[in-house]
């Protein structure tokens, strides 16, 4: 873990723990304040897991700092990962035991934001919320699970095959996918928690929808945000704002799955999923720091685009 404080960016340059490579790279971007948080754990438990996750707070950093300080406290005393943790190797290599480090996941981000929404009751932060992305890789097994809330992102660069017109022989070529879909309030299924809860829907900006709660009106203070699922958000929570992520489990193939890439929407915004591989995998062969290539990338285009958010990205290289 990375506690970066008041710093305007911060990098870790590529490094090998068994089958991966990792880098990272975050960086304020043109904002006074940098709300992004990572964390970077590439060898659990004598390396046989590997787990990562961006934090993209709102309303400062408390949220993103809180979580990043203790999400992996909570996913080592979540029931399912110990239970996960004590099967035997060839029981953890059934297919079934998949479902408990999905569970896991699940449970942990139930328990951090708990512990998050005690923390902002105790100091009276009823505002401040984070977005999140994270990957928790078994590596004896070659299994990776992602789940996130919010509107961060995870990218799998997967090797493909085309056939152009002409060509004799379909081409191999790197491609990037989307393996998260942004949990934004307007979505059937987001909408109908939302309401069903009293919250309501507005669009705001340009028609970007937002989530309220309670009498907006009256308060001191608004709350209201871009996405619908988030850590934290404590006066928005009883209104339908979610921590409940989407977890999904990939299967490493071999040489298929060539990298995965997480990145806070400062990334997003400006950098296409295609485009996102495409430098990473440029980057890696000329020895240079795929996570800081992108961030970088980001932030020129940041320039052009009229942006201004941080910028935060975590590469994974596959060697197995």
Same mark, same amino acid.
């Given at each position: 873990?990375?506690?970066?404080?008041?710093?305007?960016?911060?990098?870790?340059?590529?490094?090998? @723990?068994?089958?991966?490579?990792?880098?990272?790279?975050? %960086?304020?971007?043109?904002?006074?304040?940098?709300?992004?948080? @990572?964390? /970077? =754990? *590439?060898?659990?438990?004598?390396?046989?897991?590997?787990?990562?996750?961006?934090?993209?707070? !709102?309303?400062?950093? #408390?949220?993103?700092?809180?979580?990043?300080?203790?999400?992996?406290?909570?996913?080592?005393?979540?029931?399912? @990962?110990?239970?996960? %943790?004590?099967?035997? !190797?060839?029981?953890?290599?059934?297919?079934?035991?998949?479902?408990?480090?999905?569970?896991?996941?699940?449970?942990?981000?139930?328990?951090?934001?708990?512990?998050?929404?005690?923390?902002?009751?105790?100091?009276?932060? %009823? #505002?401040?919320?984070?977005?999140?992305?994270?990957?928790?890789?078994?590596? *004896?097994?070659?299994?990776?699970? +992602?789940?996130?809330?919010?509107?961060?992102?995870?990218?799998?660069?997967?090797?493909?095959?085309?056939?152009?017109?002409?060509?004799?022989?379909?081409?191999?070529?790197?491609?990037?996918?989307?393996?998260?879909?942004?949990?934004?309030?307007?979505?059937?299924?987001?909408?109908?928690?939302?309401?069903?809860?009293?919250?309501?829907?507005?669009?705001?900006?340009?028609?970007?929808?937002?989530?309220?709660?309670?009498? @907006? $009106?009256?308060?001191?203070?608004?709350?209201?945000?871009?996405?619908?699922? =988030?850590?934290?958000?404590?006066?928005?929570?009883?209104?339908?704002?979610?921590? +409940?992520?989407? /977890?999904?489990?990939?299967?490493?193939?071999?040489?298929?799955?060539?990298? +995965?890439?997480?990145?806070?929407?400062?990334?997003?915004?400006?950098?296409? =999923?295609?485009?996102?591989?495409?430098? =990473?995998?440029?980057?890696?062969?000329?020895?240079?720091?795929?996570?800081?290539?992108?961030?970088?990338?980001?932030?020129?285009? %940041?320039?052009?685009?009229? $942006?201004?958010?941080?910028?935060?990205?975590?590469?994974?290289?596959?060697?197995?």
């Amino acid at each position: 873990m990375v506690d970066l404080g008041q710093v305007s960016y911060s990098i870790i340059k590529p490094t090998r @723990f068994g089958p991966l490579v990792v880098s990272a790279y975050t %960086h304020c971007g043109k904002r006074n304040n940098q709300e992004d948080r @990572f964390v /970077v =754990a *590439p060898s659990i438990s004598n390396g046989e897991y590997a787990f990562f996750g961006i934090f993209d707070g !709102t309303v400062k950093e #408390y949220a993103s700092d809180f979580i990043h300080k203790n999400i992996l406290d909570c996913f080592v005393v979540t029931p399912s @990962f110990q239970k996960f %943790h004590a099967l035997s !190797t060839e029981q953890k290599e059934s297919a079934d035991s998949g479902q408990l480090l999905k569970d896991c996941l699940t449970e942990t981000y139930a328990l951090v934001d708990g512990k998050l929404l005690d923390w902002c009751r105790e100091h009276e932060n %009823h #505002y401040s919320s984070t977005t999140a992305v994270t990957v928790l890789i078994h590596l *004896p097994t070659q299994r990776m699970f +992602v789940a996130h809330i919010g509107d961060s992102k995870i990218i799998l660069g997967r090797m493909g095959l085309s056939q152009r017109q002409g060509q004799e022989e379909p081409v191999a070529h790197l491609e990037g996918v989307e393996v998260t879909t942004d949990h934004k309030p307007d979505m059937p299924e987001e909408l109908k928690r939302i309401q069903e809860a009293g919250g309501s829907l507005t669009y705001l900006h340009g028609g970007k929808p937002f989530i309220r709660g309670g009498d @907006f $009106s009256q308060r001191k203070h608004a709350m209201q945000l871009n996405y619908s699922r =988030a850590f934290g958000g404590k006066d928005l929570k009883m209104y339908g704002l979610s921590s +409940v992520p989407d /977890v999904d489990e990939i299967k490493l193939e071999g040489r298929r799955e060539r990298m +995965v890439i997480l990145g806070s929407d400062g990334i997003w915004d400006v950098v296409d =999923a295609n485009s996102s591989v495409e430098i =990473a995998e440029q980057a890696q062969q000329r020895q240079l720091s795929p996570s800081q290539e992108l961030g970088v990338i980001a932030l020129r285009e %940041h320039v052009t685009k009229g $942006s201004a958010d941080n910028v935060t990205a975590i590469c994974c290289f596959f060697d197995f």
